[in-house]
């Protein structure tokens, strides 16, 4: 069979998984992918360098730019690797990776207490869920679908606060002023309207168009500092080589435990969004080599992220799978040129100084949309998993233990200080850990669950 050049190329070919696709329509096939998350892709770190301190000193608006200036460098770099493996890392599918909302709790508690216990945490952590990914086929089994949407559930609930915290704040008003109250509102309806109203493409950039209204509005209230976006340009330059090994790793075990905990949840929201790609998008079944490969990126290059770049870690995004479902452009090359936008946007600092400027009422504004996306999601998982006695009983006893324990002080006090550190600010690892116990002990026979009240006539 002959095999397929660049001379072969045909727009037909962005609905297959391979074969090229001529340059001009290939870009605007590939950017569609990096700008329907985008947003998601920058916000997590914006919302940790905002809370975190390195060596006793919180972030300088230039450290969060240099921040996000790798953000988008390591996600381009995971996308290409998922696209186009090296060795057993990578699955060749259609997979856009990007920043994880799945880590902020613990990266934003890690990170207020310094910078370098998250950096250690994360790169072990990653090597430790790159590893499970090379040996995903002998413990998939063990994650059910209704562990899976209890986590994801407790994920959305975990970063409510942060999303409400941010709709009511800028570095203009005191919390809560009428004035972020209206910019995040106006921001927040704003994207739904564009939700609402637009079709193709532009749909899935309402976020990013509700954002950018917002700002626009913020504008008028005083909320941006175009003379903080001046002084980090002219410090970076218009290019700029990124910033790399720039904090020095600490490991503290409580971070770490935490950390690997969340990894296997991270894992196992992998699987299932490779497990859709395959079967939604390309309609087959996985393979154990796909799903492996795919762990692979979104643990050990988590790890580079970390160690080598300063960033939280990356996992592939769900919201891509929902754009492909739709467009059904799948095409690896079309999908490598948004990759390649992303590195690009990562060796241009003002792209990263304008994004330090955003108003936190703006990031507020669409982050209550994707974080209750998330909480959303884990309710549709449980739905498709069954609400059966036994999935009832799971669910609820691993979210009333797992977030309850979160909301009492001292509930730990008279426990080893490790059980308080993992489980008192983390309500992922607390329900992640009683919902896995339950699933593996509790008998799957319906008999033991039925009850004796009769039933009426």
């Known amino acids: 069979m002959k095999k397929e050049t660049y001379a072969d190329a045909k727009v037909e070919n962005v609905y297959k998984l391979d074969g090229y696709v001529p340059i001009a329509k290939a870009i605007p096939f590939g950017l569609q992918h990096v700008l329907a998350m985008f947003i998601a892709n920058v916000a997590p770190l ?29 996600a381009g770099i995971g996308t290409l690797i998922q696209l186009y493996p090296i060795g057993p890392i990578g699955s060749r599918l259609p997979i856009v990776m990007g920043l994880s909302f ?29 590893i499970l990914g090379l040996t995903a086929k002998y413990w998939r089994k063990f994650i059910s679908p209704m562990v899976a949407a209890c986590v994801v559930i407790s994920i959305g609930l975990s970063i409510l606060n942060v999303g409400v915290q941010s709709f009511g704040s800028s570095a203009k008003y005191d919390m809560g002023a009428w004035q972020n109250l209206l910019v995040a509102t106006i921001t927040l309806i704003s994207a739904l309207i564009f939700h609402i109203k637009l079709k193709g493409i532009f749909k899935q950039m309402y976020v990013l168009l509700g954002m ?4 626009v509005v913020s504008i008028f209230f005083g909320m941006v500092d175009f003379a903080a976006m001046g002084k980090t340009i002219s410090e970076m330059g218009i290019i700029a080589i990124p910033q ?13 435990l935490s950390f690997c905990l969340i990894f296997v949840v991270s894992a196992v929201e992998t699987i299932g969004d490779t497990t859709a790609t395959a079967k939604e998008v390309l309609h087959r079944d996985v393979t154990s080599k796909e799903i492996s490969g795919s762990l692979g990126v979104d643990g050990f290059i988590s790890a580079i992220s970390g160690g080598i770049f300063g960033c939280s ?22 999908i490598l040129f948004g990759a390649l936008a992303m590195i690009l946007g990562g060796l241009f600092p003002p792209i990263g100084a304008f994004l330090t400027t955003l108003p936190d009422c703006v990031l507020g504004g669409c982050t209550v949309i994707m974080f209750g996306s998330i909480f959303m999601s884990g309710i549709r998982m449980m739905h498709d998993a069954g609400l059966d006695n036994r999935n009832v009983l799971i669910a609820a006893t691993s979210i009333c233990l797992g977030v309850g324990v979160t909301q009492v002080d001292g509930f730990f006090s008279h426990l080893p200080h490790v ?19 339950m699933d593996l002990c509790l008998p799957k026979d319906p008999k033991y669950y039925e009850t004796d009240v009769p039933k009426g006539e």
């Open 244 to 256: 790399l090994c720039a904090y020095t790793p600490k490991f503290n075990l409580s971070h770490i």
């Open 212 to 215: 950018l209204v917002g700002y």
């Open 313 to 334: 870690p990356i996992t592939s995004f769900s919201q891509n799978v929902g754009l492909i479902a739709m467009t059904h452009v799948v095409n690896r090359f079309c």
């Open 102 to 130: 799945t880590f902020l709790a613990a990266a934003m508690n890690a990170a207020s207490q310094d910078y370098g216990y998250m950096v250690g945490a994360i790169i072990i952590g990653g090597i430790f869920e790159g």
């Open 419 to 437: 059980f308080g550190d993992i489980f008192a600010g983390n309500m992922v690892a607390g329900v992640f850990v009683v919902a896995l116990i």
């Open 46 to 74: 914006i919302l940790i360098a905002g809370v975190a301190v390195y060596n006793g000193k919180p972030f300088s608006s230039l450290e969060t730019a240099r921040l996000i200036q790798n953000c988008m460098l390591i």
